[in-house]
Each structure stands twice: as C-alpha cells, then as structure tokens.
C-alpha cells in the first residue's frame, strides 16, 4: 500500500510538473507575441472625431487586426480645447485596449535648421502641452515622417546630404521627449539605409525606433502570384534588415519596423505583414510591422460593430 500511496505521489508531482511547463510556455508564447510593435497609421484625426462610433470602429479594426500601437496625426491648432477633448476621449478607448498611442507629425524640410525645425520643435512642445493637461489619456510617444527626401534637391540616388541635418532633428526631438517619458519613432525611406558605414551608425544610434518604409515592391496589377509577391517580401526585408546592421558597433541601435502601405497589396496587405513577422521575428533587431494607413484600409472594415 505503501508503495501505491508513493506511485500516487509521484504522478501528483508529475502532473503539476507538467502543468507549469504547459503554463509556462503559454504565458512565454504571450509575452513574445506582446513584444512585437502592430503598428498603424492614422492620418486627419479630426475626422474620427466627428461621431463616437468612429473611434469605437478604429478601436475594433485595432482588435480584429491586431494591432497594439496607433500614430494618430496631431496638432493643437486643427480644433482648439474641444477637439483636444475628443482626441483624449480617443486615446482612454485606445488605451483601455490596451493599445499604445503615439503623436504623429510630419513635414517635408523640418531637417533644417532654424525656423523649420524649430516648427517642429514647437508642435513637439504641444504634445507635451496635451500630455500635460490630459495625465490620464497622454500620448505614449512621437512617431516623426519628415521626408526631406522629397523635396527636389534631395532626389536621386546617394543623395544623402541633408542626413547629418536631419538627424540632429531626430536628436533634438529625443530629447524632449524623454524627458517627458516618451518614445520617439521615425519613418525612414530604404534610401536611409544606402549610405557608408558612417551614415548607418549615425542613423541607428539617433533613435531607439525606426521604421522602414519598404513600399512598392509589388502592386495589384503586376501580374505576380500572391505567393510570388509574398516572396519578394521575404528577400527585400531580409536584405534591408541586414544592410542597415551590417558592421555596426558600439551602443545598442534602433530596433527596426517594417512599414507596407495598402495600395502594393490591397486586401493580401494582412497576409504580408504576417510574411514580414514570420520572417524577421528571429532577428533582434527587429521591432515589429506598421500598416500605412488606417485611411486606406478596406472601408468594410472600418464598420462599427453592430450591437
């Protein structure tokens, strides 16, 4: 009976042994999935902000999409105190989600210096003001799309000779930001990532985020399979990741984002960004995807759900 009362023990301990292994692994799996950025774009705010049910729609394409970080585009002067209100109202929804919010300000020449970037400077300032106001409901970061490489003198291949200029921007603006306890992520074109060993380092150590823009690789009416497409996807992320780490050293780079846009893929751009994570989630210095943009999405999914 002795020796029954043992066995019995045993497969007891066993059991339990297993159960937290299982357990384990789960929460593990969880907090590996939660450690990948899902990010998405949202440009022209106010629009949300005109009915309720289409920040509770935004919050439920979130969901269904996975999504858990959202750049809403911002400004103090679109609607004054009101639609700051309804932007915090915003956030406390996304919040509750537990998705993170982030400020999104763009321009085009903010990398220079003087009364460009201390524009941007200055709209940094007010979504310090805002987080100051709204304790509750604050932005968790700043997500930056300056792009002097649109502007004319600025085109063509090699072309990089408003980095050191930008980058101060990035710099400047990091500071502000941490020491409000904030993020800062900044949207770069493959085009960041041509440039000398020197440039990368530089680039990669004036941020801790950045998400690569890596558009127009495939688009609807090319004729390629969605297998085919998805293959592209593979090869030009791995190279890309790869460029912008290679022979790097020092402090610890920005981790990396890999940002498709809506219009190269239409209702496969899901799928793709699955082919992205399943690619790149072994690599440590990848950060996660971003969709480009909530604006562009399929418009049935942006429906309020019923109740």
Same mark, same amino acid.
């Given at each position: 009976m002795r020796l029954s009362i043992e066995l019995h023990r045993a497969a007891r301990i066993a059991l339990c042994v297993l159960a937290a292994a299982a357990c384990f692994t789960v929460a593990h799996s969880a907090v590996a999935q939660a450690a990948f950025v899902h990010g998405l774009w949202v440009w022209k705010t106010p629009t949300l902000l005109d009915l309720p049910s289409r920040g509770e729609a935004l919050r439920d394409f979130c969901r269904s999409e996975q999504i858990n970080e959202v750049y809403l585009s911002f400004s103090s002067q679109n609607g004054g105190a009101a639609e700051e209100i309804e932007i915090g109202k915003l956030i406390v929804l996304l919040h509750r989600s537990h998705i993170r919010v982030e400020a999104l300000l763009s321009s085009t020449d903010a990398d220079q210096p003087g009364k460009h970037r201390d524009k941007l400077l200055a709209h940094v300032s007010e979504v310090l003001a805002f987080n100051r106001e709204h304790q509750r409901d604050r932005f968790d970061g700043i997500h930056l799309?300056?792009?002097?490489?649109?502007? @004319?003198?600025?085109?063509?291949?090699?072309?990089?000779?408003?980095?050191?200029?930008?980058?101060?921007?990035?710099?400047?603006?990091?500071?502000?930001?941490? @020491?409000?306890?904030?993020?800062?992520?900044?949207?770069?074109?493959?085009?960041?990532?041509?440039?000398?060993?020197?440039?990368?380092?530089?680039?990669?150590?004036?941020?801790?985020?950045?998400?690569?823009?890596?558009?127009?690789?495939?688009?609807?009416?090319?004729?390629?399979?969605?297998?085919?497409?998805?293959?592209?996807?593979?090869?030009?992320?791995?190279?890309?990741?790869?460029?912008?780490?290679?022979?790097?050293?020092?402090?610890?780079?920005?981790?990396?984002?890999?940002?498709?846009?809506?219009?190269?893929?239409?209702?496969?751009?899901?799928?793709?960004?699955?082919?992205?994570?399943?690619?790149?989630?072994?690599?440590?210095?990848?950060?996660?995807?971003?969709?480009?943009?909530?604006?562009?999405?399929? @418009?049935?999914?942006k429906q309020p759900a019923e109740m």
């Open positions: 799309d300056v792009e002097p490489q649109q502007r @004319q003198e600025n085109k063509g291949p090699g072309n990089l000779g408003f980095l050191p200029d930008l980058l101060d921007t990035y710099r400047a603006v990091r500071v502000l930001a941490e @020491q409000n306890q904030m993020t800062v992520n900044a949207d770069i074109p493959n085009k960041f990532l041509k440039g000398d060993l020197n440039q990368r380092q530089a680039l990669l150590s004036s941020l801790p985020r950045l998400t690569l823009m890596l558009y127009e690789l495939s688009s609807p009416g090319d004729g390629e399979s969605t297998a085919a497409q998805a293959d592209k996807l593979r090869q030009a992320s791995e190279k890309f990741l790869n460029m912008a780490y290679q022979g790097l050293n020092g402090t610890q780079p920005a981790r990396m984002s890999i940002g498709l846009r809506t219009p190269d893929y239409e209702g496969q751009l899901p799928n793709m960004l699955n082919v992205v994570q399943e690619t790149l989630s072994g690599n440590p210095h990848y950060l996660g995807w971003a969709w480009h943009s909530y604006n562009d999405a399929p @418009q049935a999914l």
